[in-house]
C-alpha cells in the first residue's frame, strides 16, 4: 500500500498563504488521481481539490476555487496544494489521499490511500 506524508501546515494570519506539501512513498505515485480533504473540529470531512494523474485536469470545492492550486509533480511523488488568501474557516487539518478509479475523484470513499493529515490553522 502506498504511504502518503503531509507538510507545510501551520499558524496563518487571514490573507496568508501556505503551500502543503504530500509525498509519497514507491514508485507508482504516477498511477493514481490524487486529492486534498480537510476536517474542521466537529464538522465532516469534505473534498478540496482532485487532480488526475497526468496533472492536467483539475477540480475544486467552489469554496476555495480561485484561491487554491492543486498541483504534482510526478518525478518527485509529491502533491501540492497552494493555498492564497486564507480565511478562519480555511482551518481544519488537511488530508490527502490517492484514487484508484476514475480519472478525477471527489468522492471520499473512492479515496484508498491518506496521509495523516497536517493542520492549518488560519487567525485574526
Known amino acids: 500500500q502506498v504511504q502518503l506524508v503531509e507538510s507545510g501546515g501551520g499558524s496563518v494570519r487571514p490573507g496568508d498563504s501556505l503551500r502543503l506539501s504530500c509525498v509519497a512513498s514507491?514508485?507508482?505515485?504516477?498511477?493514481?488521481?490524487m486529492g486534498w480533504f480537510r476536517q474542521a473540529p466537529g464538522k465532516e470531512r469534505e473534498f478540496i481539490a482532485a487532480?488526475?494523474?497526468?496533472?492536467?485536469?483539475?477540480d475544486y470545492r467552489d469554496s476555495v476555487k480561485e484561491r487554491f492550486t492543486i498541483s504534482r509533480d510526478n518525478g518527485k511523488s509529491t502533491l501540492y496544494l497552494q493555498m492564497n488568501n486564507l480565511k478562519p474557516e480555511d482551518t481544519a487539518v488537511y488530508y490527502c489521499?490517492?484514487?484508484?478509479?476514475?480519472?478525477?475523484?471527489?468522492?471520499?470513499?473512492?479515496?484508498?490511500?491518506w496521509g495523516q493529515g497536517t493542520q492549518v490553522t488560519v487567525s485574526s
Open positions: 487532480i488526475n494523474v497526468f496533472g492536467s485536469i483539475t
Open positions: 489521499a490517492g484514487a484508484i478509479g476514475p480519472p478525477i475523484e471527489i468522492t471520499e470513499r473512492g479515496y484508498a490511500f
Open positions: 514507491g514508485h507508482t505515485f504516477n498511477r493514481y488521481p
